[in-house]
């Protein structure tokens, strides 16, 4: 069942995060009798099935819980998964930089988990389309239905088990994102791929990864000059009078590779 219904009661089947009084969370699939063990007694999924988001639920020893429906970032997080996932401070700049709209046409390769296909979906709407390239089948399996898991079923996605490296079938594409070890070896098949102006954006966590993508982009002559940068995010502690960087920061996870195809 999918997640994404941002109002109306909490039903059986759709994940929640509970909060505990501690501040930690947790996400779990609702189901009616079911209860949730914790150190400070039993939380009933009854007493959130059929209530409002956002609200509030107490363990029979008297602890209260705060219940939310996930949000996105929420959901990427608190997922068991058998693949690196590429995290939220990459994913806002990557729907920015890669200019992703509604209605736009996008491929993209590798699946991984699946948290990119989720965010490129809602963006391009029930009027762009979606193909995801991924070699593995055990991946595109599972990040099929981490989609729609969260989204519902959505028609317009296509998971196609095969080689990138060997070509892209589709023509006049807006969009091609790349989340894979050796993304040189598909720029000549993103120059055909591609329409005029169409961007392509890798993800890559390596500075030799990242050499080896800007050399065949310049090599090929088809593409502007290609834009590096990395996000770091430093979140703060405020409370009371103390304002102040918390000691741990996400610093790097990868490089964000684009440019643009010209006609």
């Not at 996932?85 to 930089?97: A, V």
Request: glycine share 10%; proline share 6%.
């Amino acid at each position: 069942m999918s997640v994404r219904n941002p109002r109306g009661p909490m039903r059986e089947g759709e994940d929640v995060i509970i909060v505990d009084p501690k501040g930690e969370e947790k996400m779990l699939v609702l189901k009616a009798g079911k209860v949730h063990g914790t150190h400070k007694g039993n939380l009933s999924h009854d007493d959130i099935i059929g209530k409002a988001d956002a609200g509030r639920a107490w363990t029979q020893m008297g602890a209260e819980y705060r219940y939310f429906r996930p949000t996105y970032i929420q959901y990427v997080m608190n997922q068991k998964r058998h693949a690196q996932i590429i995290y939220p401070k990459d994913t806002g700049p990557i729907m920015l930089w890669a200019d992703i709209f509604p209605g736009a046409s996008v491929v993209e390769a590798g699946i991984g988990w699946g948290a990119l296909s989720v965010k490129l979906l809602e963006t391009i709407g029930p009027d762009g389309t979606l193909v995801t390239y991924e070699i593995r089948e055990d991946f595109a399996e599972s990040g099929a239905n981490t989609v729609t898991r969260f989204l519902g079923e959505c028609p317009n996605h296509t998971v196609k088990v095969g080689d990138i490296y060997q070509g892209i079938a589709e023509r006049d594409v807006d969009r091609i994102v790349l989340d894979l070890p050796e993304p040189w070896h598909v720029v000549p098949h993103a120059a055909l791929s591609l329409a005029p102006g169409g961007i392509i954006l890798v993800y890559l966590p390596s500075t030799m990864q990242v050499k080896q993508f800007v050399d065949a982009v310049d090599a090929h002559g088809g593409f502007t000059e290609a834009e590096t940068f990395e996000v770091i995010h430093r979140p703060w502690h405020v409370k009371g009078m103390s304002v102040r960087p918390v000691q741990w920061m996400f610093s790097h996870s990868a490089f964000l590779v684009c440019c643009r195809k010209l006609s």
